[in-house]
């Protein structure tokens, strides 16, 4: 059954909230989810661009008070 | 299609530049992108090792801002790339001779090693350079 992290990279400027996403990808199994939280929208950009040319999936991406939920799914 | 190599060759000692050449590095190398860095003339003065971060990097007035909004360390940037990427760092072995430092005067766990200009140069050929 697939699981789903939250890593909070708020307060952290690009490329750090991506960096924490990868490191925590590489601690999960095929199909698990990490939600990263980032105040930074350079990240809310360069994060599904980034799942998009490494061929992840990603799952959401929602804003709330300048915060950022960034879903995304281990696909490989 | 395999992705073109990145090489970027860092000269300058601004805390501007390298923390670029630190962005580009990781970003490009966990992207599956190989990238090789040469550090090489004044950016090796802040590569030395167990600098104090007060007087590790210097710079004009972005390089206060970062430090003030405590962005992430250059050198942190650097490591994260290696250990999540495909991320190669060189000393310039010019940059050693003059300074008279050998490799361990620089951050441990971070260089590939020595290497020639020539070399690098060599390697680079079909690959994108930028200087910095």
């Known amino acids: 059954m697939s699981q789903r992290t939250k890593i909070d990279a708020r307060g952290a400027f690009c490329p750090g909230p991506l960096m924490e996403l990868i490191?925590?990808?590489k601690l999960v199994n095929i199909g698990d989810e990490i939600e990263v939280?980032?105040?930074?929208?350079?990240?809310?950009?360069?994060?599904?661009e980034w799942v998009k040319k490494v061929h992840h999936e990603l799952v959401g991406i929602t804003q709330h008070d300048g915060v950022w939920?960034?879903?995304?799914?281990?696909?490989? | 299609m395999a992705a073109v190599p990145l090489y970027i060759l860092l000269c300058s000692g601004e805390h501007e530049k390298i923390h670029m050449a630190a962005m580009m590095a990781s970003v490009g190398a966990v992207s599956e992108?190989?990238?090789?860095?040469?550090?090489?003339?004044?950016?090796i003065m802040a590569f030395a090792r167990q600098k104090p971060d007060t007087n590790r990097y210097r710079g004009g007035a972005f390089s206060d801002l970062m430090k003030q909004k405590n962005v992430s360390d250059?050198?942190?940037?650097?490591?994260?790339?290696?250990?999540?990427g495909d991320l190669k760092i060189w000393a310039c072995s010019m940059a050693l001779d003059v300074t008279g430092w050998d490799e361990d005067?620089?951050?441990?766990?971070?260089?590939?090693?020595a290497l020639g200009l020539t070399k690098f140069l060599s390697d680079a050929e079909g690959g994108q350079f930028i200087t910095l």
């Open chain 1, 23 to 25: 490191a925590g990808l």
């Open chain 2, 105 to 113: 005067r620089l951050e441990s766990d971070l260089f590939d090693g």
């Open chain 2, 33 to 43: 992108r190989p990238v090789e860095v040469f550090v090489s003339m004044n950016a």
């Open chain 2, 74 to 84: 250059s050198i942190t940037l650097f490591r994260q790339g290696r250990e999540l």
């Open chain 1, 69 to 76: 939920s960034i879903v995304v799914r281990k696909a490989k």
């Open chain 1, 37 to 48: 939280l980032s105040s930074d929208k350079g990240s809310a950009n360069d994060i599904p």
